[in-house]
């Protein structure tokens, strides 16, 4: 029988490069926040260079052939004395999602959080995307909370945490 070729070759991880933020890259990373989430949820240019530019905060890009693929923004704060991690942001082009390269970032973003010394880790997700709850809940996270009106839209947040050292 011939190869199917109606599918959608499979996305080669071994391609991705995981690097820091470059200054040349926040317009690229806008362009791909505004692919990712819808206008009242994706964050401004003034948002997310506060984020990539703050002291406290760590942006991994994921880089294909050149391009940007992916990136994920994490910042810590102390919480009863301890350092608590947090996923600020998490970006996968579309056309490469379900194949490897968020759980990829995710990794690197647990790790870089635990090696400063993180206990745990939190993120927020909007409460009608099942999807990405479905994927933190695979990889560990649990919900722990909701914030009423989160996003700009109106939309609920939910709170999800995972606490370092459990598998997931």
């Known amino acids: 029988m011939p190869p199917d070729t109606s599918r959608k070759s499979a996305f080669d991880l071994s391609q991705i490069r995981l690097r820091g933020i470059e200054a040349k890259d926040l317009p690229a990373l806008l362009q791909l926040d505004a692919r990712c989430f819808p206008p009242q949820i994706s964050y401004s240019r003034a948002e997310l260079e506060y984020f990539v530019r703050h002291p406290r905060s760590t942006t991994t890009i994921a880089e294909a052939g050149g391009q940007i693929a992916g990136f994920c923004v994490v910042d810590?704060?102390?919480?009863?004395?301890?350092?608590?991690?947090?996923?600020?942001?998490?970006?996968?082009?579309?056309?490469?999602?379900r194949q490897g390269l968020g759980r990829l970032l995710m990794q690197d973003g647990e790790a870089r959080l635990a090696g400063m010394g993180c206990l745990a880790i939190t993120l927020e997700v909007a409460a009608n995307n099942s999807g990405a709850q479905d994927f933190y809940a695979h990889i560990g996270y649990q919900k722990t909370?909701?914030?009423?009106?989160?996003?700009?839209?109106?939309?609920?947040?939910?709170?999800?945490?995972?606490?370092?050292?459990?598998?997931?």
């Open 76 to 97: 810590w704060k102390l919480e009863s004395g301890r350092k608590v991690g947090h996923f600020i942001t998490i970006d996968v082009a579309p056309e490469l999602r």
């Open 145 to 168: 909370g909701r914030i009423p009106g989160y996003y700009a839209d109106g939309t609920d947040g939910l709170v999800m945490r995972k606490v370092l050292g459990l598998p997931a």
